[in-house]
């Protein structure tokens, strides 16, 4: 197990999902892993601080004003709310009938590995013009603090 | 030296007059990387040693020009670069503090953003005996590698990571805190280095890695001596494998660098305080030449 496994497998050991297998291979890594045991240590604090913030009690008119308010919203808010609904649940069907008809057609005799690998070519193409120019900066990964060997 | 505010207002106005600099480097084709650079003198910049590695050289923006760096100083253990600039092009930059920030504190988080410098509020919620710091900040594009800076514009340190916990006790169910390595951690590499004095010695003879703890009184965080070379300085001095360096004249390392740092600048023998499977002993270190 390396430390990118270590760290995956952590979230299951403390939502206590992880099998026993799983969480003595993970503590077995922790035994040898400095870093990943400070990972470890600072998810368990991390769970501890936030169960120890006492809840926010929300007012207590809180439900009677959002009822008063949708109540005061014009006919048309209502109207589009439930288009925009409808739209959103004949997406799925839509998709899914898509990839059917795409399914049907791509098995026609015409169609070969060659083809296949023509459209891969030019989506790869497509995706290479679409990064030119791009400019990004570098995600929020995940802690681990490098434990090397150093000589001196 | 930048000011109160001065920090805000450069990222406000997006002007470069603050000690948060743009590294730019050129990643896959046609892919340009913007990372955080913080310059910690008028010709040194500190960033994530995985900003200055690559095939490409990492370039600093200083007043719309790119320049590269003179020299590149890379500390694996640290997972920290200094970036040296003969021409002293900063003039703006910040001072790492000399102490551990405490529970609670606000923090100051200024990095590079896809569109400019960012800059947002934190907040410490636990430092760790090893001098790790977690702190509670919102999620945002540019954190990676930023400057946390202190009421008193003293850089605290620099994020190097998240922490991302799975809650059940949240409507969103996760939590996510910043990891920060703190200025103490670092600063007597950084200083050597910026000194010029780091690459040269004779050496001391051992190979050691940092040791954090997770119980302080089953056992403390040090540097762990992990081989001794025969006939070498630490041997004469007593060291052997096994041996966890605990102090040096009563300061607190956690790792190899800040002992080498502190041996390298010692002008007489050091007292270090060295664990050995529950028994404390007191031997003396001779320092680097």
Not at chain 2, 37 to 56: D, K, M, N, Q, R
């Amino acid at each position: 197990m390396n430390c990118r496994d270590a760290l995956r497998l952590m979230d299951s050991v403390m939502d206590g999902t992880a099998g026993p297998e799983q969480e003595q291979v993970l503590h077995f890594h922790l035994a040898g892993c400095q870093a990943c045991k400070r990972a470890m240590q600072m998810n368990r604090d991390i769970s501890r601080l936030c169960r120890e913030m006492p809840r926010p009690e929300p007012p207590s008119d809180l439900e009677s004003r959002i009822r008063a308010r949708l109540a005061a919203l014009p006919a048309e808010v209502h109207a589009e709310h439930r288009r925009r609904n409808r739209v959103a649940i004949a997406l799925p069907f839509v998709a899914a009938l898509l990839i059917v008809l795409g399914l049907t057609l791509g098995s026609r005799p015409g169609t070969t590995a060659v083809d296949a690998a023509e459209a891969v070519r030019k989506v790869a193409v497509a995706a290479q013009g679409a990064a030119k120019y791009t400019v990004t900066t570098p995600p929020l990964a995940a802690y681990a603090r490098p434990a090397s060997l150093i000589s001196f | 030296m930048f000011h109160a505010l001065a920090l805000l207002a450069a990222v406000a106005a997006g002007v470069t007059s603050s000690p948060v600099v743009t590294i730019r480097r050129e990643g896959s084709p046609g892919i340009t990387e913007l990372t955080t650079g913080i310059a910690i003198s008028s010709h040194h910049v500190i960033t994530l040693s995985a900003f200055a590695a690559g095939p490409s050289v990492p370039l600093v923006e200083v007043d719309g020009q790119y320049l590269e760096p003179d020299t590149v100083y890379s500390s694996e253990g640290l997972g920290l670069a200094i970036l040296v600039f003969d021409g002293r092009p900063f003039t703006s930059y910040a001072s790492p503090a000399g102490s551990l920030p405490e529970s609670g504190d606000l923090l100051t988080l200024a990095g590079q953003g896809v569109g400019g410098l960012v800059s947002i509020g934190g907040r410490v919620m636990r430092i760790y005996e090893d001098g790790a710091v977690l702190v509670s900040a919102p999620r945002m594009d540019g954190l990676m590698g930023a400057g946390a800076f202190d009421s008193d514009d003293e850089l605290v340190g620099l994020v190097n990571g998240v922490i991302t916990t799975r809650l059940e006790s949240t409507p969103a169910g996760s939590a996510e805190h910043l990891a920060i390595l703190p200025s103490p951690s670092w600063s007597v590499w950084a200083d050597l280095v910026m000194a010029g004095r780091w690459a040269s010695s004779t050496p001391f003879g051992v190979t050691a890695t940092a040791c954090s703890s997770e119980d302080a009184d089953e056992r403390p965080s040090g540097v762990l001596i992990v081989a001794v070379d025969d006939g070498s300085t630490a041997c004469r001095c007593g060291l052997r494998p096994g041996d966890l360096v605990v102090s040096l004249d009563g300061e607190r390392i956690y790792n190899p660098e800040t002992m080498r740092g502190l041996l390298l600048s010692a002008g007489d023998s050091l007292d270090a305080v060295v664990w050995f499977h529950g028994n404390s002993r007191t031997i003396k270190l001779a320092p680097l030449r």
